[in-house]
């Protein structure tokens, strides 16, 4: 079977460092690997729609913003498909007969719909679209065959349900879809980045991000600001560093290579930390460490966009292409679907010859 990635981001604003360690650098290595027939890597544009159908414009004005944070970090759109996922209307049709095999009751215990539903303050009225999210992205999974899906942590309930429709499709309709299996990141610390203000999880809707197309003294202002451990007080103090985000990105994003160019006096991070919960280490010191690192993975990104800002209708082109692509393939997971189900008519030449002979024609 060939191995085949699909993955994606909704259109809601620029990417953050969030995206970047939970999957975006995690993308590019896979792509950059050679162990994929197939990359898939779609701008969730209907999803980003079920709680922004009042404002199509945020959804509308982001598509270039996520396409070249995509491009800028180094997927390629000669190595994987980048496009739009409104722009395929056969993953709708898919959504609409898997809709039949999932239960209210299932997606209302769904965790991460859940929590998105309660942070959004959709409890005394949820869009349909909204609630049926899992079910919308078991279309697009298994729309391409994906054999392959990196997520984030918080994504593996409705992975999990993505399963939960592929094994009864394929009870009911014969073996037709593909099951995908789940890559979590390998860096505990990435799973879930928290923001700059020690809270459970970056997020735009938030205001705790660090975007990877902020400009250095916006990634400077931001670290600086940073919630550390509110009981540190004096440099003298015995800090924390669990619950601790600026030790959280350090682990995130520190290799021991960057000691020696940015702070000598230590080793490695085990070394810092140690200082840090003894006391004897000022929030400054470390937070100027933080931000070197970040300027280092940041720069290069920054320069790339740059380039890529020059010639828009360029990346709108590749968006069109990759969209054309991933038409065709999820086309003939249609068709396979279909099959299944028997409500390909048309193309049932034995039901037409059976009914034929039924009424004696």
């Known amino acids: 079977m060939e191995k085949t990635i699909l993955t994606g981001d909704r259109p809601t604003g620029k990417l953050h460092l969030g995206h970047y360690v939970g999957s975006l650098k995690r993308r590019v290595e896979l792509q950059n690997s050679g162990d994929y027939k197939n990359i898939f890597i779609m701008i969730a544009d209907a999803q ?6 009042d404002n199509p414009e945020k959804v509308r004005q982001n598509i270039i913003e996520v396409a070249l944070d995509y491009m800028s970090v180094g997927l390629d759109p000669k190595k994987s498909t980048l496009f739009i996922q409104s722009q ?3 993953l709708c049709e898919l959504s609409f007969y898997y809709m039949n095999l999932v239960t209210v009751s299932r ?3 769904n965790p991460t719909v859940k929590s998105e539903i309660q942070m959004r303050n959709f409890e005394a009225s949820i869009p349909v679209g909204f609630f049926t999210y899992p079910i919308s992205q078991a279309s697009d999974i298994t729309a391409f065959k994906a054999t392959t899906v990196p997520v984030g942590e918080d994504q593996l309930p409705m992975l999990e349900q993505t399963k939960e429709i592929v094994r009864k499709f394929n009870s009911v309709y014969g073996d037709t879809l593909i099951e995908p299996d789940i890559l979590l990141p390998e860096n505990q610390a990435c799973l879930r980045l928290p923001g700059t203000d020690g809270k459970a999880k970056m ?9 990877l197309s902020d400009p250095s003294d916006e990634v400077r202002k931001k670290v600086m600001s940073m919630y550390t451990d ?8 015995p800090g924390k560093v669990e619950g601790n985000s600026v030790f959280t990105y350090l682990d995130a994003f520190c290799k ?28 400054v010191k470390v937070k100027k460490f933080l931000y070197a690192i970040l300027e280092e993975e940041l720069e290069p990104i920054r320069a790339r966009r740059k380039e890529l800002e ?7 082109e590749i968006l069109r292409e990759g969209s054309l692509k991933a038409r065709e393939v999820a086309s003939k997971t249609l068709d396979d679907v279909k099959s299944a189900m028997k409500i390909n008519y048309f193309d049932d030449t034995e039901l037409i010859r059976a009914q034929s002979e039924k009424y004696g024609k």
Do not use: M, W
């Open 230 to 237: 509110p009981d540190h007080i004096q440099v003298s103090d």
């Open 48 to 53: 980003a729609l079920t709680d922004n159908a």
């Open 88 to 90: 395929i209307p056969e």
């Open 203 to 211: 997020s735009k809707s938030l205001g705790n991000c660090i975007y």
């Open 107 to 109: 997606l209302q215990r």
């Open 310 to 316: 020059k010639d828009i209708p360029a990346i709108y």
């Open 256 to 283: 021991e290579e960057h000691f020696a160019k940015y702070l000598p006096e230590y080793p490695n991070l085990k070394e810092l930390k140690a200082h840090y919960q003894r006391g004897g280490l000022g929030d």
